[in-house]
């Protein structure tokens, strides 16, 4: 269950109307790192989760504090394009900085939305469900969550740097420094999952049944060889249960693949028959 608090979780208030830049912070409200995909991505992990209650109350307590970022950032948007030129072209043309300012707003804000923030990204594609993943391993997820942090930090540092007004980059900086808990918060989740787990997700799938003489081959199939200096391609390997072995330009394990013509009502085209082709169906 779910309350509403009427106050926001921190202060959204422009010193000045912007349209344009209300076009650019949709971005990590819809956007795929937005507030709203890892609201949703961080919730429903939560409710998939079948052990822990600790995990379970981390996932929750964060998606629900997220959702208190989308209604920061909806509303940072809205006032931001209070008083917005939308109005008469020719009139707004006679001032060059609101020309501006209307030539670059996004104008689905006075269309669509009423001067009002929308789940879609700075240039207009809709928020989809496909942004978020909730595996039920919460390994595999809680990597993609810091991923997903360290993507929403760094468009809101980007965004940070794109304004002058105080209002907007004290919103940010709050936002920033919630990111900052947040990778940290993660991945101390991922390193206490790695010690009970060992790093490799699934750790439950039983390791005999994997090919073990190729679990540790770095492949280098670039065409240079700088890679072999990584830490990657030499000594033990992050799991500890077998060492790095470096191939430059491995030779293939299979064949050339030849698949059978389709039947007839298929109606694929006929190739000839070659020296690696089956006979063609009567």
């Not at 956007?31 to 822990?52: D, K």
Request: hydrophobic share 40%.
């Amino acid at each position: 269950m779910f309350y509403h608090v009427d106050q926001l979780q921190y202060h959204a208030k422009p010193a000045r109307p912007d349209a344009v830049y209300a076009k650019k912070l949709q971005e990590i409200l819809g956007g795929q790192f937005g507030e709203i995909s890892v609201a949703l991505q961080y919730m429903f992990q939560g409710w998939n989760v079948r052990g822990e209650e600790k995990y379970r109350d981390l996932l929750l307590a964060t998606g629900t504090e997220e959702m208190a970022h989308v209604e920061m950032l909806a509303t940072m948007i809205a006032r931001l394009l209070d008083n917005a030129p939308v109005g008469d072209q020719e009139m707004a043309a006679k001032d060059p900085v609101i020309g501006a300012v209307l030539g670059g707003m996004n104008p689905q804000h006075a269309i669509v939305s009423g001067l009002g923030a929308m789940p879609a990204d700075s240039v207009g594609n809709p928020w989809t469900a496909s942004y978020i993943n909730a595996s039920g391993n919460l390994l595999a997820d809680f990597r993609l969550n810091l991923t997903a942090e360290s993507q929403g930090r760094l468009q809101a540092v980007r965004l940070y740097e794109m304004t002058t007004d105080p209002g907007v980059k004290d919103m940010l900086s709050f936002l920033i420094a919630r990111d900052t808990m947040h990778q940290n918060q993660w991945y101390a989740a991922i390193c206490e999952l790695e010690e009970k787990e060992n790093i490799v997700v699934p750790s439950t799938f039983p390791r005999e049944l994997e090919k073990r003489e190729v679990a540790y081959d770095y492949y280098d199939l670039s065409g240079g060889t700088a890679s072999k200096h990584g830490r990657w391609a030499h000594g033990p390997s992050m799991d500890g249960l077998g060492e790095f072995k470096y191939y430059h330009n491995p030779k293939p394990f299979g064949k050339i693949p030849n698949l059978r013509p389709a039947p007839p009502y298929i109606h694929n085209t006929v190739l000839p028959k070659g020296p690696h082709l089956p006979p063609l169906l009567g």
